[in-house]
């Protein structure tokens, strides 16, 4: 992910989140993290999401990446009209 499309995320977090749901999210979000960074995957772990990854795609449950990023950005897009709009109201 680029970092404009985090700092866009960043920035509709802070607006959206309470100090404690910040806490919250960040904390998980540390602990998969350091999860991840630890657990290697096997031969047959991988075989398996390669398998499942394909069949995904077979099935048409995918999106490409350029069609998850606009939705993003359209999103945070009417978020910020939603935040400015309620500013000046």
Known sequence: MSEATLKSLLEYLYGTLSPSNM???GMHLIEQA???ELKPYSIEELHEMIERGEKQIADGL???SE???RELEEELA???QRMEYAEAV
């Open 23 to 25: 806490r919250w999210v």
């Open 34 to 36: 350091d999860a991840e």
């Open 62 to 64: 995918c999106q490409d």
């Open 67 to 69: 069609d998850v990023f």
């Open 78 to 80: 009417m978020e910020e």
